[in-house]
């Protein structure tokens, strides 16, 4: 008696395929997260705790033959980022198989598969920013990302918030960019250096934030100045258009990676895994991808907003 093909045959020739065509898909798209949050690999249990540390302060002068002073380090507040699970799936009928309408459908469904992870990260990145006015998404030091009441040692707070909400233009970015520089202090209340790096906006405010960047002149006027911001090279990452942020008016100034290293964090815990299996009972061909994260900040001091006007 001969034997019957099964789906299961059928692995080796499909899963290749649709793992080719995910891969195309979700490794060579131009992530626009990417511009402003940085990927680091977690801890491997189920959670990832980043204990943010408090500073000394500055040094007393001691007198001659004195001795040193000590200071006791404290945590300041611990960060947690708990870890979760996004995936999907899609089944290919034993019919579609045999048929070899898997060769058409397989791809496509698993271009749609790529994309749909991709869809994810970016909206729950891009929801960093959506709620870093509210007060109901704080971080480890108990306020939102943009605050005017971040905590610091003995009581004392700083803001990464323009004082006033307004509207982007030549002149609120110019106070923006004194603002980061004014209020950049550790947890010590020492005085940091924050070199702005890119204007994030969404791409209602995309066209003014081009202007602004490379008018050689100040925009927007009939004055000769010139334009600081490009003659200072105060944004030297230029512009990052988010697609996904739902306010027309909302605009942050980010700060260099190197100098906040945990700042916007998307914190990996597994990559993608893709996987292909048949399903004994319906015969089908199931392919899935699934990888493990999460998203959040670390450190305040890692963008400067308005909720704009």
């Avoid at 699970?85 to 271009?111: C, R, V």
């Avoid at 004392?156 to 970015?173: D, E, I, P, V």
């Avoid at 980061?180 to 209340?189: E, P, S, Y």
């Avoid at 940091?192 to 602004?212: R, T």
Wanted: hydrophobic share 35%; net charge neutral; aromatic share 8%.
């Amino acid at each position: 008696m001969a034997n019957p093909m099964r789906n299961s045959d059928f692995r080796s020739v499909v899963e290749p395929v649709l793992n080719e065509v995910f891969d195309g898909i979700y490794d060579q798209r131009d992530d626009e997260y990417k511009q402003v949050f940085n990927e680091r690999t977690g801890t491997p249990r189920n959670r990832h705790e980043e204990p943010v540390l408090a500073g000394l302060g500055q040094a007393p002068e001691l007198p001659d033959g004195m001795p040193v002073t000590y200071r006791a380090g404290s945590t300041h507040f611990i960060k947690q980022y708990i870890y979760k699970i996004y995936g999907l799936a899609f089944a290919l009928t034993p019919s579609l198989i045999e048929d070899g309408d898997h060769a058409s459908l397989g791809p496509t469904y698993s271009e749609y598969l790529a994309q749909a992870l991709i869809e994810t990260k970016e909206v729950k990145c891009a929801n960093v920013l959506n709620n870093s006015f509210n007060s109901s998404f704080p971080g480890g030091d108990g306020q939102a990302l943009i605050s005017t009441a971040h905590p610091i040692i003995n009581g004392k707070t700083f803001s990464n918030q323009l004082a006033a909400a307004a509207a982007l233009s030549q002149t609120s970015l110019e106070q923006m960019l004194i603002t980061l520089r004014t209020n950049g202090v550790d947890n010590a209340g020492n005085y940091v250096n924050l070199p702005s790096d890119k204007l994030v906006v969404p791409p209602a405010l995309e066209p003014q934030a081009i202007v602004l960047l490379n008018s050689t002149l100040r925009a927007g006027t009939v004055n000769n100045d010139v334009n600081p911001v490009k003659i200072g090279k105060m944004l030297s990452g230029g512009v990052a258009v988010l697609t996904r942020l739902t306010s027309s008016t909302a605009w942050w100034v980010t700060v260099d990676q190197k100098t906040v290293r945990k700042g916007l964090t998307v914190m990996v815990r597994s990559k993608v895994k893709k996987g292909m299996e048949g399903d004994f009972e319906t015969g089908s061909m199931r392919y899935k991808a699934t990888e493990r994260y999460d998203v959040g900040f670390t450190d305040p001091r890692a963008a400067f907003g308005t909720p704009g006007l």
